[in-house]
DNA sequence: TGTACATCAGTGAACGCGCGTTCACTGATGTAC
DNA sequence: TGTACATCAGTGAACGCGCGTTCACTGATGTAC
């Protein structure tokens, strides 16, 4: 049966969409321009009137990672009115992120982008430390106004951060949605922030769970 | 030139050491039984003398990965003679083991690894729970003698024991070596063990890096 | 509103390539006598 | 110590397969008149 004929950018958009739902639930090694295809519902070849290689494609998906890193640390700002609700939010959205669309560790760290072009590698690397930049701006704002402990680097902190999301994000990975992932970056988020407040905020840890 | 012939067992682990090397230098991506011969300086069919297929060869590289990770917890425990000094030594053991021998990640992120065989991935997150309950152990030690919170779960804070590795481990492969990885995991532990220790004792953090 | 043509997305066959794997053969090593 | 044979690792040619990509062709959509 022969597919509807498509504008160009929305078939662009239906491609990377395809692109990125097949590596979140088949891995990196499943996503062929023929899986692509059929996910969009047209042939093969089909997928070079839009794009002119795999390549291309993965550029794409790579800039919508980026887009949608990037608009959850906006999504944050507007959801909290202080930095430590901020990051929690943010957290919380990387998390759903994570389940529900791109999975983020399979695509940073996918061999396919990633022992690419070093070209490609650089961009990964490029959009690894504008997101992380974000984090240490909210940290920044959090320790001007007294809610963050001054005396501990953003920048450490940011990476501390995004290492409450990353091994259990592997392990539900891998657990095929089993573990329980959101409960345990919660958890881990409630001793963070202890640590980052300064001395005398009343502790909101104590949770095993 | 011929090779000269050698004994099953020896060329096993040569396999799996060029196996490691090559995921190591150049990424899973280019681990073909091909590349794993030319290291070993044999023909590709002559791999098959030794393993019955490419996965059997995976297979053996992650028990090597298994037993290398198991091994840095022994090796910490001797290492240290309290929990901290163990957790501290555990974290470098992980950095060198990451630079120089096995990009952890990279084998537990790896698709073929990963998103291969249901059995290989259930085999994977084993790996990764053990490795886990391990350094919960050497955490929970460390309660009952005094010198780590006991209100904190253990579970949680293995896992953000892992998580200051994690996204530095993730830049410096990126970056090849550029960025520096044991000097960001070190001031990361610091707030991290400022955080695990009861209060009142003497706070060694305070680094800006 | 209707017709003629240009544009452009979809199709299917075919390609070259790399890769995992097989297999008959070679030749070195070790063992029995 | 020397000879005959079994064992076993190494070799190179060949295979089937999947994948990215090309290309001539089809047919739908939009535009000019």
Chains 1, 2 share one sequence.
Not at 55 to 74: F, H, I
Not at 87 to 99: A, I, K, P, T, Y
Not at 102 to 109: K, T
Request: charge should be positive; glycine fraction near 6%; proline fraction near 4%.
């Amino acid at each position: 049966m022969r597919a509807t004929k498509t504008k160009t950018e929305l078939r662009q958009d239906q491609i990377v969409q395809a692109a990125l739902k097949i590596i979140a639930r088949q891995g990196f090694q499943h996503l062929s321009i023929a899986a692509v295809a059929d996910e969009v519902g047209v042939v093969p070849s089909a997928i070079y009137r839009h794009y002119g290689s795999k390549e291309e494609v993965l550029d794409a998906a790579l800039e919508q990672v980026s887009a949608r890193l990037l608009g959850n640390v906006a999504g944050a700002r507007r959801d909290g009115s202080n930095a430590l609700d901020r990051l929690r939010s943010l957290l919380l959205r990387h998390v759903e992120l994570v389940q529900n669309e791109v999975p983020v560790p399979r695509v940073v760290f996918s061999e396919a982008i990633f022992t690419g072009q070093k070209l490609r590698r650089r961009r990964v690397l490029q959009v690894f430390e504008d997101y992380l930049a974000q984090i240490a701006r909210l940290i920044e704002e959090g320790q001007r106004a007294g809610e963050i402990r001054p005396e501990l680097c953003s920048r450490t902190l940011a990476m501390m951060f995004l290492g409450l999301v990353q091994p259990p994000a592997i392990l539900w990975l891998m657990s095929e949605g089993e573990y329980r992932f959101a409960e345990q970056v919660k958890s881990a988020w409630a001793v963070f922030r202890a640590m980052l407040v300064p001395a005398g905020t009343p502790p909101a840890i104590g949770f095993r769970n």
